[in-house]
């Protein structure tokens, strides 16, 4: 499972239905619908927030508009109550590490889309998040690669 904290307009179309695939078990994980999944790191930092609930609705709402931009069709019904909630930190390291990461998988698997964004040195985050100083997050399972 990967929640990007990058703006999901970096993603390529199969990164795309995969982050909404991914945030739809998450949110089945942190309604208590599936028994897969609870202990997984990335959801740390829904269950901090304290409506972690409408905290991923949020998430997959900006996901789901990135996909009609785009032309796809999302069902938004799956989704949920969707109302502003408090933003959750996102470290800049933790950006930086998930854009490498990001930029690794697009250049095999979609190069037009990743030469579209390698110019970016500051990428945008997901519209939930917002960016504090600090290193890659804790609960990141670092590659040993980066």
């Known amino acids: ?34 028994r897969g999944y609870i202990h997984h790191p990335q959801l740390e930092r829904f269950r901090e927030h304290p409506l972690p609930h409408l905290a991923i609705n949020a998430y997959l709402a900006a996901v789901q508009d990135e996909a009609t931009a785009r032309g796809y069709s999302f069902n938004r019904l799956k989704i949920g109550s969707v109302r502003a909630v408090r933003n959750i ?26 030469a579209q964004w390698s110019e970016v040195d500051t990428p ?23």
């Open 1 to 34: 499972m990967r929640l990007w904290s990058l703006h999901p307009k970096y993603l390529d179309a199969k990164g795309l239905v995969a982050l909404w695939r991914e945030a739809l078990l998450a949110k089945a994980v942190l309604c208590g619908e599936t």
């Open 89 to 114: 930190s996102v470290t800049a390291g933790q950006l930086a590490y998930e854009w490498r990461h990001l930029q690794s998988k697009l250049a095999v698997r979609s190069p037009a889309v990743h």
């Open 124 to 146: 945008a985050c997901h519209p939930l998040f917002r960016c504090k100083p600090g290193g890659i997050a804790s609960w990141e399972r670092v590659a040993e690669s980066f």
